[in-house]
C-alpha cells in the first residue's frame, strides 16, 4: 500500500510514530506531510521518520487560511506523483485532498464537534471516514463515525509500545526517591483555542509555590517562560518526556494532551482551563476512571485543594497504578487497532462498523510497564 500520514501538531507525531514504523517494516509505502512546525520536525527527526514540508503555520485566522490553501495544493501534486491510495490524519487537509485525488481519507479525531467546529463543518463532511474514541459517542454529528475503546493516547502509552526508562529522572537531576511534579502549560493559539484561557501568571506562581512545599518543580511551556519560572524549565530531550512524566508524583498545567498522557500512564493529572467539563475523553477519564481534574480558572481554589487533597493520600502511585489497570481493561492498543484498520481498509472498517466487538481483539496487554 500507498499510504500518507498528515502532520499537525506535535502530537500527532507520537499518534502515528509507531504506525509508520510498524507498516514500514510490513512493506508499506508510507509518505510524511507535515508544516513548517519546528517542534514536530525535531521529533519526527528524533524518531527516525522521513518527512516533506509543504507550508508554513500561521496563528492568524488570515494566515491559516492561505496557508491551508497552498499546504492543500501542494499535497494534491504530492499525492498524486507518488499515487498514494489511502491518507490519515487529524487535519482536515487529508479529506479536502481526497475528494480532490480520489485517494481514500481516514481522519481521527478525538475532539467533540462543540469544541472544533471548524474541523466539523471542513473536515469531517469530506473524509471518507472519521475515527473517534468511544468517549464521543453522541457527541458527533457525523454519521460515518467508527468509534473505538481508547485514547489517541493509547497508541503511544499502551503498555505494548511503551517502557519507562528509569534513568530519564537522573538526566533531569531528579535524585532517586526524590519527589517532582512536571507541569505544561499552553499557548492556546490554535483555531479552536480562540477565547479559551488557562492558567494566569499570578496561578502559575502560587501553583509553583505550593509544590515546592512537596518536592521538585519542573516545567514544560509552548511559549517563552517567564522569568519568574526560568529556573524551572524542563531540561530533557522532548522523545523523553513520557519517561520523565511517568515516575513524576504528579502532573498539573493547562494542557489537555498532557493531562490525557499522565492519566493513561497512570500519574495523578490535574488540569486548569476554560476546556473542563467539555472534552468527552478527559471526562470519562476523570468520572469513569478517576485518573485526571478538570477546573476553570474560575475554580483554581479548588484546584489547589484538589492537590492538596491528592498529595495526601498515603500510596497515591499505587492506587493510580490500580485505577490505570480499570481503564487499560476496557482500552485498546491503538496502534494495532489502526494497522488493521489501513491494511484492510475499506473491508476492515465495514466489519468494525457493523460489529463494534471485532476491536477487542486489541485489548491483549502484554506489558505492564
Sequence with gaps: MRILIDIGHPAHVHLFRNFYHEMSGKGHEITVTVKEIASAKQLLDLYDIPYFTLGKKSDSI??????????????????RKEKISLGLGSTPTIAHVSKLSGMK???????????????????????????????????????????????????????NRFTPDPSVPAEAGISPGERYFVLRFNAFRAHHDKGARGLSME????????????????????????????????????????????????????????????????????????????LSSLEEEEK????????????????????????????????WQARRRSMLAEKIDVTSFLVWLAEGYPESAEEALSDPGVLSRFGNVQNTG
Design 203 to 278: 496561578q502559575k506562581l502560587i501553583l509553583v509555590r505550593l509544590l515546592e512545599e512537596y518536592g521538585r518543580v519542573i516545567i514544560t511551556t509552548e511559549k517563552e517562560i517567564p522569568q519568574e519560572l526560568a529556573k524551572y524549565r524542563l531540561s530533557v530531550s522532548p522523545e523523553k518526556i513520557h519517561s520523565l512524566l511517568y515516575y513524576s508524583t504528579a502532573f498539573v498545567g493547562d494542557s489537555q494532551t498532557m493531562s490525557s498522557e499522565a492519566a493513561v500512564m497512570g500519574v495523578p493529572s490535574l488540569r486548569c482551563n476554560t476546556f473542563a467539563g467539555r
Design 288 to 319: 469513569r476512571y478517576r485518573l485526571t481534574y478538570a477546573f476553570t480558572p474560575a475554580e483554581f481554589d479548588r484546584l489547589i485543594e484538589k492537590t492538596k487533597e491528592l498529595l495526601a493520600i498515603p500510596g497515591l502511585k499505587e492506587e
Design 62 to 79: 488570515s494566515g491559516k487560511a492561505v496557508s491551508q490553501v497552498i499546504y492543500n495544493m501542494r499535497m494534491l501534486r504530492l499525492v
Design 105 to 159: 481519507s481516514i481522519m481521527l479525531d478525538d475532539d467533540d464537534d462543540a469544541v472544533e467546529p471548524l474541523m466539523t463543518m471542513f473536515g469531517h463532511p469530506f473524509t471518507d471516514l472519521v475515527v473517534s474514541p468511544d468517549s464521543l459517542r453522541g457527541s458527533r454529528k457525523k454519521k460515518r463515525t467508527l468509534f473505538y475503546p481508547g485514547y489517541h493516547e493509547l497508541a503511544y502509552l499502551h503498555p
